[in-house]
C-alpha cells in the first residue's frame, strides 16, 4: 500500500506546486505530462504520418509574382498530431506549410519572420515536445523535423517545400510569405489568409453571400442614397422577443468579406467560437486560470429578426478583458459592397448576474463611443480604410443619465454611428477619407486640464 500512498502524495504535490507557481509557469510541467501522453508507453517509440495523408491540396492557396510562385496551407490542430505524431497545438504550435517554385535565374530565400516573429525552429518545435523517458524517441522526432522544415535557399529553376513552425491560430490564418532575391537586389511578398479547419464559428451558421434573395438587394450609388437608408436601420440591439433593447448598433461596415476580414485579421482581431460544450469548457478554464482565450464565445444579441451573423474579437492576457464586435448583414449594397450593420463595446471585466444562465457575464465599458473611435483608428491602420464618417444613430445618453443593457450595464453615448468603407487595396494613412455627415464632437462634461503649479517670484 506504501507505493500507491507514494504516488498519490506526489500527485497532490504536483498539483499544489501548479497552483503555488500559476498555470503559466508550471506549462513545462503540463508539457511534459502531454508528451507522455502521446507516446506508445509499451515501446517509448516515436510515430509520425505521412504528407500524402494530409489533405492539404483541398485548400492550399497559390499566388504568382512574375517568375515565383508560393503555395501555403495551415495545419489544424488535428492535422499536425496526425503527421507529426504529437499534439503540437498544446504547446501553441502550427506547422504552415510552404511551397516556392523558383523560375528566377538566382537563388531566392524564405524570411521564416516575415510569417511569425517568434516561430519556432525545427529542434525548437521537436524539443517541447519531447519526454524524458524515451530518448530514442526524441531522437526520431527531431530527425523527422528536421526532414520536413522549410529548405533555405530555392535554387534557381528548383521547388522547394517545407513546414515553418509557427504560433497556433485558428479559424484563419494570416500567412506572409516574404522571400528575398539578394542578388537582384529586390523581394517578392504575398499575403495569404489561410482556412484552418476545426474553430466552430458564427459565420458558418449561414451562407453570408446569399442572406438574401437578388430581388431583395438594394442597390446604393450615390452618398445621399447611403445615408438615407443606413438612417432607417435599427438602432439597438434586443433580446429574441424584440421586447427590451440592449447595446447600440453604433456601427456600419461597407465592404466584401475580402475587403473586411483580412483588415481585422491584420489587427489581431480574430473569430469568435459558437456557444457549445467545448467552447463553454475552454471558456471556464480561461475564466478561473485568468488566461487568454482569443476565439471565446459572445453571447447572442438580436437585430434584423436574427442573432449575429458573425461576431470577432480582440483579445487581451485575461479572458475578461477584449474588444468585441457583432455584425449582422443588411440587404444593402453601396457601390456593389455588402453593408454590415454592427455593433462594438469594450469589455473591461466581469461580474455576477441574475441575467445570465451561468451567473456571470462581462462588464462593459460605459463609454462605448471610445470603443467605436478605437475601431476606426484601429481600421486605419489596416490600410484597409477607405472613409469614415458618422450620422445618427441610437438616442444620445449622457453620463449622469445613462442607458442600460440587457444585462443591466449603463452606457452613455453622444448618439452618433459610425461608418466605415473599406477597400483591399492598401490606403496610405494620409489617403482615408471623410464622410461629411454628422461631426462626433464628443461630451462637453471632460474633465478640466490639470494647470501647472504657478511659480512664486521670490525676493532678491
Known amino acids: 500500500m506504501r507505493v500507491p500512498n ?11 506546486v501548479l497552483a503555488l507557481l500559476g498555470w503559466r509557469r508550471g506549462k513545462r510541467l503540463r508539457v511534459l505530462f502531454d508528451a507522455v501522453s502521446d507516446r506508445d508507453l509499451a515501446s517509448f517509440s516515436y510515430h509520425h504520418g505521412r504528407l500524402e495523408d494530409v489533405p492539404l491540396a483541398d485548400r492550399a492557396m497559390t499566388q504568382s509574382d512574375g517568375r515565383v510562385t508560393a503555395t501555403v496551407a495551415a495545419l489544424s490542430a488535428k ?5 507529426f505524431g504529437t499534439a503540437l497545438a498544446r504547446s501553441g504550435i502550427q506547422p504552415v506549410w510552404i511551397e516556392v517554385k523558383n523560375g528566377e535565374e538566382v537563388p531566392v530565400w524564405l524570411l521564416s519572420a516575415g510569417l511569425d516573429p517568434d516561430y519556432f525552429s525545427a529542434r525548437e518545435a521537436a524539443y517541447v515536445r519531447h519526454t524524458l523517458f524515451a530518448p530514442s524517441a526524441n531522437r526520431q522526432m527531431d530527425e523527422f523535423f528536421d526532414e520536413v522544415q522549410f529548405p533555405n535557399p530555392v535554387l534557381p529553376g528548383t521547388t522547394a ?34 482556412p484552418v479547419p476545426g474553430l466552430k464559428i458564427d ?11 437578388p430581388e431583395a438587394i438594394v442597390h446604393l450609388k450615390t452618398e445621399s442614397e447611403l445615408r438615407a437608408a443606413l438612417e432607417q436601420l435599427p438602432r439597438w440591439t434586443t433580446n429574441k422577443s424584440g421586447s427590451a433593447n440592449g447595446d447600440p448598433l453604433n456601427l456600419v461596415l461597407i465592404g466584401k468579406r475580402d475587403d473586411l476580414f483580412p483588415a481585422f485579421l491584420r489587427r489581431g482581431w480574430h473569430p469568435t467560437e459558437m456557444i457549445y460544450l467545448g467552447s463553454s469548457w475552454k471558456t471556464f478554464k480561461a475564466f478561473v486560470l485568468g488566461s487568454r482565450y482569443r476565439y471565446s464565445p459572445v453571447s447572442p444579441l438580436y437585430a434584423l429578426g436574427r442573432y449575429q451573423d458573425l461576431a470577432g474579437q480582440k483579445a487581451r492576457e485575461s479572458i475578461n478583458q477584449r474588444n468585441h464586435l457583432r455584425a449582422w448583414v443588411t440587404p444593402l449594397q453601396y457601390l456593389d459592397k455588402t453593408v454590415w450593420l454592427a455593433q462594438i463595446s469594450r469589455d ?18 460605459p463609454d462605448v463611443d471610445e470603443a467605436r473611435l478605437g475601431l476606426i483608428q484601429d481600421m486605419i491602420y489596416s490600410q484597409a480604410l477607405l472613409k469614415f464618417g458618422f450620422l445618427k444613430g441610437p438616442d444620445p445618453a449622457p453620463p449622469t443619465s445613462p442607458h442600460r443593457n440587457l444585462t443591466g450595464d449603463p452606457y452613455f453615448t453622444d448618439g452618433l454611428r459610425a461608418v466605415l468603407l473599406f477597400e483591399r487595396r492598401p490606403v496610405a494613412l494620409g489617403d482615408v477619407q471623410l464622410f461629411d455627415w454628422e461631426r462626433a464632437v464628443g ?17 532678491g
Request: proline fraction near 8%.
Open 6 to 16: 507514494a504516488v498519490l502524495l506526489l500527485a497532490i504535490a504536483v498539483v499544489l
Open 79 to 83: 492535422e499536425s498530431r496526425a503527421l
Open 161 to 194: 517545400a517545407g513546414f515553418v513552425f509557427t504560433n497556433l491560430d485558428e479559424g484563419t490564418k494570416p500567412v506572409a510569405v516574404d522571400l528575398l532575391v539578394p542578388r537582384l537586389g529586390k523581394a517578392k511578398s504575398f499575403t495569404f489568409f489561410a
Open 203 to 213: 459565420s458558418t451558421r449561414h451562407d453570408l453571400d446569399r442572406m438574401y434573395p
Open 348 to 365: 473591461i471585466g466581469v461580474r455576477w448576474t441574475l441575467k445570465t444562465w451561468n451567473l456571470t457575464t462581462h462588464k462593459i465599458d
Open 443 to 459: 461630451r462637453a462634461s471632460r474633465p478640466k486640464p490639470i494647470e501647472p503649479p504657478r511659480s512664486e517670484s521670490r525676493p
